[in-house]
């Protein structure tokens, strides 16, 4: 399966900064997808992430608040923007190889 | 609305003894369940279940589905303090090559 690194582990931020969590894959794969986790709860979809399109969001997330990048099949950023503490969350990146792996996660909590 | 929900939510029981956790859905286009054991950030993935009635078997694991009465459960056995974490049950839609997941089951395994 593939091997996803994900960055950072985890960050206390600001509230009204913003902080990009990069996930890199060791092999080239067409669709990524991002996730968060709120704490107590379970993980839910933000978007999916297509190398040369715009990246498709899942209702309740708009691109302002959550940019991605995808410059190449191996690559990928979720941005969380102008955050405050509602978005203390595990954010976490997945590719679909026969199982969904998942990154490693990010912790963030926001301050 | 496509719905995973998962039971119990908690369950505590001591090492040795026999789990099993309970996953049912209802969506619009299946086209397979996956069960996670997540421990920290990142669901490490344990079983893809598509057709029903083939019992997929891991260790001490096993996991089997039923798509007429659109269930699936993981049982343990034999568990050790190692397998307490949470259970994630997804759903993955078809077409949408998206995840839905359930709830979660957190399993305490008391020595």
């Known amino acids: 399966s593939a091997v996803i690194s994900q960055k950072p582990s985890r960050d206390i931020c600001q509230r009204g900064t913003s902080l990009t969590i990069q996930c890199q894959v060791d092999?080239?794969?067409?669709?990524m997808f991002w996730y968060r986790q709120q704490p107590g709860q379970s993980l839910t979809l933000i978007a999916t992430?297509?190398?040369?399109?715009?990246?498709?969001?899942e209702s309740g997330f708009v691109i302002d608040k959550f940019p991605i990048s995808r410059p190449n099949l191996t690559f990928s950023t979720l941005t969380v923007s102008n955050m405050s503490p509602e978005d203390s969350s595990i954010y976490l990146c997945?590719?679909?190889?026969?199982?969904?792996?998942f990154g490693s996660g990010t912790r963030l909590t926001v301050v | 609305e496509d719905k995973v929900v998962q039971s119990p939510l908690s369950l505590v029981v001591h090492e040795g003894d026999t789990v099993t956790l309970n996953c049912s859905y209802e969506?619009?286009?299946?086209?397979?369940l996956l069960w996670y054991k997540q421990e920290k950030k990142a669901p490490t993935f344990l079983f893809m279940l598509?057709?029903?009635?083939i019992e997929k078997k891991s260790g001490r694991l096993s996991s089997i589905l039923d798509k007429k009465e659109l269930f699936s459960i993981l049982n343990i056995t034999a568990t050790q303090t190692g397998d307490s974490a949470v259970y994630l049950c997804a759903v993955e839609i078809q077409g949408a090559q998206k995840l839905v997941f359930g709830q979660g089951t957190r399993l305490t395994i008391n020595p």
């Open positions: 992430a297509n190398q040369g399109s715009e990246a498709t969001y």
């Open positions: 092999s080239q794969v067409t669709m």
């Open positions: 598509t057709s029903s009635g």
């Open positions: 969506v619009t286009n299946f086209r397979s």
């Open positions: 997945s590719v679909d190889d026969s199982g969904y792996t």
